[in-house]
């Protein structure tokens, strides 16, 4: 007998351009199903589970559907709890009050985890019971995937935000560090060399949480750099990291230091702009140094969606419905690439992607660790699509006549 009751579908962790095109996938494909009575969203995520905070979208049209899916950020908001044992009590009196026998959760590494303990205690509880974890972020630090949708469209922003940071840098020169988001992995950083076209473009410098961060190391290649250019341009992951693994980050940070429902200390109370331009400017004499901090802006900017990500976003909603309806099993959805490009779509357990972090492969860092190579402009591009490209002046100079 097939499983029959009611889907639920929620959105955790931080919103991205894409998420949403998740979240219509999975409601449009369950619609489909006999087994389905109706199609649930929970308002911000597992809190609103607990606090039986529903929308009903068996009764939302396609056509609003098609365009909340275009839309970025999270339709159904958000959340940032993690359940423990009372939580998940608490969640499967909702779940059984409401017959919800399917429940689709879309989020990253965190969401994941969150659904694997969700999903431990139907089995513990004999509830009959069908979870699936809908990957998003756009770090793409989830384990056992090629990429994470969201990541495609956040790369696609940080690229071109540097092509203005570099114009403007070579306008007017001077040093130039724009921090970008990335605990642990440097995936988003990296991407803001994709848009270099002349070989004096920037980033001319990238550091990343892969690999040890060195002060003394670091205004040496700043010197070095500024000596051929008479300018710099450097991406800093926010997660970089000392050599005893410490962020650097969390040095400027005041004792009271916050910490997030995961454990995670908040690294944007941090200016770690603030603190690496100052001792630019403190040990190198350059007296033109700013800084910049992306914050949220890479995750639901409207004005550059990758066609690529909007697409898999969708498929991993879609097949979420099909994995746990048609073929009644667990686990998280995860993006494979095959051949040049294309991608097809798989079910890993929950336990094998839960609390893990996937990071830069070390092929995609250079040998001195302040660079990407050419092996990650190639893993990249596909997932980007087409980026905005800037052009020079190529008129020829005028010869000069009083040379005062």
């Not at 989020?107 to 999903?119: F, L, P, Q, R």
């Not at 969201?150 to 007017?172: E, P």
């Not at 969708?314 to 097949?319: Q, S």
């Amino acid at each position: 007998m097939k499983l029959k009751g009611n889907v639920l579908v929620a959105q955790g962790g931080g919103p991205t351009a894409v998420i949403n095109q998740s979240l219509v996938g999975a409601v449009l494909e369950s619609r489909k199903f006999v087994e389905v009575n109706r199609v649930y969203g929970a308002i911000h995520g597992v809190r609103g589970i607990i606090d039986e905070e529903f929308l009903d979208l068996t009764q939302e049209t396609t056509h609003n559907l098609e365009q909340v899916a275009k839309t970025p950020s999270s339709a159904l908001f958000s959340t940032r709890d993690k359940p423990d044992e009372k939580y998940c009590e608490n969640i499967f009196k909702v779940f059984k009050a409401h017959n919800i026998r399917y429940f689709f959760y879309i989020g990253g590494n965190d969401s994941a985890n969150t659904v694997e303990i969700v999903n431990r205690y139907a089995s513990e509880s004999d509830y009959e019971f069908r979870a699936i974890h809908i990957p998003k972020t756009i770090d793409n630090d989830i384990y056992l995937n090629d990429h994470t949708p969201g990541y495609g469209s956040a790369a696609k922003y940080v690229a071109q935000a540097f092509v203005g940071i570099n114009l403007d840098n070579r306008a007017l020169p001077g040093v130039h560090i724009g921090v970008v988001m990335g605990r642990d992995a440097g995936f988003l950083t990296a991407a803001s060399s994709l848009a270099k076209k002349y070989p004096d473009d920037g980033p001319h410098l990238i550091y990343l949480p892969e690999r040890v961060f060195d002060k003394e190391e670091f205004l040496k290649d700043v010197k070095k750099v500024y000596k051929k250019y008479n300018r710099c341009v450097i991406a800093v992951s926010e997660g970089i990291k000392d050599k005893e693994g410490n962020p650097i980050a969390s040095s400027i940070i005041n004792s009271k230091k916050e910490i997030d429902s995961h454990g995670n200390i908040l690294l944007s109370q941090s200016n770690l702009g603030s603190l690496l331009s100052n001792y630019i400017k403190n040990n190198l004499n350059i007296k033109r140094v700013r800084s910049d901090t992306f914050g949220y802006l890479q995750r639901s900017f409207a004005g550059c969606v990758s066609d690529v990500d909007q697409h898999e976003a969708r498929e991993v909603g879609e097949k979420a419905a099909q994995f746990a309806i048609w073929h009644e099993v667990n686990g998280s959805i995860t993006i494979n690439r095959i051949g040049n490009y294309s991608v097809d779509y798989r079910l890993a357990r929950l336990k094998d992607v839960a609390n893990k972090t996937k990071v830069m492969d070390a092929k995609f860092i250079n040998s001195k660790g302040n660079n990407i190579t050419t092996s990650f402009i190639n893993y990249v591009k596909p997932l980007v699509g087409d980026i905005y490209e800037s052009q020079r002046l190529i008129a020829p100079t005028v010869k000069k006549i009083l040379k005062i």
